[in-house]
């Protein structure tokens, strides 16, 4: 039997155990009733052989490479503010990885009607490992032609896609995961945030000075400083107590505030949110049932049960105290969750403590001394200490509790549903921009995330560049990192540098720690060069807006690896600092020191559109193979491919205050950079930005 090329893209489900539902694939195919043997199968989980020339693509939020092989992942949502090359995971858990040999053809025997892929010869299969809990991937780690992925519980929901190509296996997961979340346009704009904006004052004098720099700005967010003692859906009264009327302000100046939510609620007699929580059963339970204390920022803390399916409803409904008070955005942060100490572990550390206290601190006091303080927060004892009552698992009460840690991949994932589920009922029409720290696939439909705690680092630039494509495989669209780095002392270079390669991620943040330099752009001398490259997002949000819908509603990816288009060149397969966006551009940003310029590799023939000051400098076009292309700071190189034309915006002040946010922008007369004898019509997507009106074939014009 011949088999097209349709009935080749193939969806298969197994189940391992007893799974517990994640709630990742929304519309399950049947349980396939052929045999599993893609992989070995294990005691503790799978093993396949891999080719030399076998890449192996995915596992979203993590350390390192595009390319996976040659370490030990581990899927377990993590507070990692270190995102050093030794660690094993940060703070998403997306299970997903593609296999995918240089060979595209596939080796197909029929069986029972359908394909068998025989492993070690198929050409590109994606695996989604679909399970709550621990996951370790060794890929190529303990031996180098080996993946291997192991589960502390062998139970899981297994999905094998195979495909002619990594792409093909990506379209499908994603349509068996459902669409990515869609943010409203206005968050595509520029976002300045801090920890330590500490009064609505200095949120007024942020705004004012961004704007007379002359620097657009379409929102500010509010870091955990305007709560009253951190304490959620609260409002400093004291140096926030004007905050209708700081919110009217803004909405005038078109500026968005963004109030982040915590996943720990403080425990105060009096507090509502705390009482009712309380009172109801809402909190995440010890083992003898008792509330679990945890310490977060306002010190003591419940967690809210966000696997309770009521606990999930009445915590969601809480964030309309700040949307009934103008709100149209929110971060949720610390749901891994973060946990400083637990009460029950702080006793016995200080105990402990007493008992060293008396004694002469050796080499192994001394280390035991120092390791309890520091193993405090996020200890795994911990995560075995406490308990969700998870509705998905049993529909009996009482066999339906759940230790944390085995579905620990699980609460910001829920925490965020919460909120977006709250949002479709409180406001059915309007798109509220949503964004999470910790994830696993399935959140993908209900928000965003940003890329965590990352640090004023070259090398975190360069992770950051190497993370968009795996994201995007797993559903995350909606996605960028805090610009010019959370943790460390920024430099007016490394600023720059970060801002060239933020003007072209969906979510475009500037955000630094307490205690850090100071980095809103307007306190560097570079305005110039910094105006420049801020007007160059506002004119590319045409294009960026339009390639971000379709990646939305298509189920495809808006950043791609270059092996991903070429895959039958070497050279571009082995790329990863640079990226394909859209169909028709290609980036290469500058992620090194003191560089005013970087080799590029032209998997084709491609074109130099630069960009100075938001204006085209100079075209240059590029042969296939290896160049040297000069990048002075503040020059913004963009590569179109032959035969392609991207839309840009135009501005008609070309002063210094040429558009202050998205709104300013005119996404109807634009301007069109074409490369090639014969250039292909560009699809253009543009919608009204802020209903959820999105369909490709309303709103699809092919310029
Ligand atoms: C966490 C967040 C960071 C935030 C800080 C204070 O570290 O990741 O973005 O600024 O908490 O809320």
Redesign the pocket.
Same mark, same amino acid.
């Given at each position: 039997m011949n088999l097209n090329k349709e009935e080749k893209l193939v969806v298969k489900r197994y189940c391992f155990g007893t799974p517990v539902e994640t709630g990742a694939v929304p519309v399950k195919p049947e349980i396939s009733r052929e045999t599993f043997m893609e992989m070995e199968i294990m005691q503790d989980g799978f093993s396949v052989h891999m080719e030399p020339e076998e890449m192996v693509y995915g596992l979203g939020e993590t350390v390192r490479g595009i390319n996976k092989r040659g370490w030990l992942y581990e899927s377990y949502c993590a507070?990692e503010?270190e995102h050093r090359e030794d660690k094993h995971s940060l703070y998403g858990a997306h299970n997903f990885i593609i296999m995918s040999g240089k060979n595209q053809t596939q080796e197909t025997t029929e069986m029972s009607g359908s394909v068998q892929y025989v492993t070690g010869k198929r050409s590109t299969t994606g695996f989604f490992f679909d399970t709550p809990g621990r996951v370790i991937f060794d890929i190529g780690y303990t031996q180098s032609d080996r993946f291997t992925v192991t589960f502390e519980d062998f139970s899981l929901e297994l999905y094998v896609i195979a495909g002619d190509s990594p792409e093909q296996v990506v379209r499908e997961f994603r349509a068996l995961i459902g669409r990515s979340y869609i943010p409203p346009r206005w968050a595509f704009g520029y976002g300045q945030?801090? &920890?330590s904006y500490l009064s609505s004052e200095e949120v007024r004098e942020v705004v004012k000075k961004q704007r007379e720099a002359g620097f657009p700005m379409d929102s500010l967010y509010l870091?955990?400083d305007y709560m009253e003692q951190f304490k959620d859906f609260t409002i400093n009264e004291k140096s926030f107590g004007d905050f209708d009327a700081l919110v009217a302000e803004m909405k005038k100046e078109k500026i968005h505030l963004v109030p982040?939510i915590?996943a720990g609620v403080k425990i105060e007699e009096g507090y509502d949110v705390y009482e009712e929580g309380k009172e109801q059963g809402y909190f995440c339970k010890d083992e003898n049932g008792e509330d679990f204390v945890v310490g977060v &920022?306002p010190g003591k803390c419940h967690f809210p049960d966000m696997l309770n399916e009521n606990a999930r409803k009445w915590f969601g409904r809480k964030y309309h105290r700040l949307l009934d008070r103008g709100i149209d955005g929110f971060?949720n942060?610390?749901n891994e969750p973060?946990i400083f100490y637990s009460e029950k572990n702080l006793k016995k550390i200080f105990k402990r403590l007493e008992e060293l206290k008396k004694e002469n601190l050796d080499v192994n006091t001394y280390f035991e001394m120092t390791g309890l303080v520091a193993g405090a927060s996020n200890n795994l004892e911990d995560h075995k200490s406490f308990y969700h009552h998870y509705s998905a698992v049993s529909e009996d009460n009482a066999v339906n509790k759940i230790r944390h840690d085995k579905v620990h991949n699980l609460f910001g994932y829920y925490m965020t549903r919460a909120a977006a589920e709250a949002f479709e009922e409180l406001c059915p029409k309007k798109r509220i921009l949503l964004f999470s720290?910790a994830s696993y696939i399935g959140m993908h439909r209900y928000g965003g995330i940003?890329q965590?705690?990352n640090m004023s680092w070259w090398s975190h630039l360069l992770l950051n560049i190497k993370m968009m494509p795996s994201l995007n495989m797993c559903g995350f669209l909606y996605t960028g990192a805090?610009l010019g780095g959370?943790g460390a002392d920024v430099t007016e270079e490394l600023l720059i540098r970060f801002l060239s390669f933020g003007i072209f991620t969906p979510l475009m943040r500037n955000?630094s720690?307490?205690g850090t330099r100071r980095q809103e752009l307007y306190l560097f001398e570079k305005k110039k060069e910094i105006r420049g490259i801020l007007k160059m997002r506002y004119r590319l949000l045409p294009y960026l807006y339009s390639e971000f819908m379709k990646a939305a509603l298509r189920g495809t990816m808006m950043f791609r690896p270059l092996g991903f288009v070429y895959g039958e060149d070497d050279i571009a397969r082995e790329t990863e600092d640079q990226l394909l966006l859209g169909e028709e551009i290609m980036i290469a940003p500058v992620y090194e020191q003191n560089r005013t310029g970087r080799p590029v590799w032209f998997p084709d023939r491609m074109q130099l559109l630069r960009f100075r000051d938001g204006e085209l400098l100079e075209k240059e076009i590029f042969e296939k193979g290896y160049a040297y292309v000069s990048m002075p700071l503040g020059d913004i190189c963009i590569f179109l491919r032959e035969g392609r034309k991207i839309p840009l915006a135009v501005f008609e002040d070309a002063g210094d205050n040429f558009v202050r946010n998205t709104e300013d922008v005119d996404y109807q007369n634009l301007e069109m950079y074409g490369f090639g004898e014969s250039v292909a019509a560009y699809e253009y997507y543009m919608d009204d930005g802020e209903t959820k009106e999105f369909s490709l074939e309303k709103n699809i014009t092919i310029l």
């Open positions: 507070d503010p945030c801090r &920890w870091d955990i982040i915590d &920022w971060w942060d610390m973060a720290r940003w965590g705690d805090d959370f955000h720690a307490l």
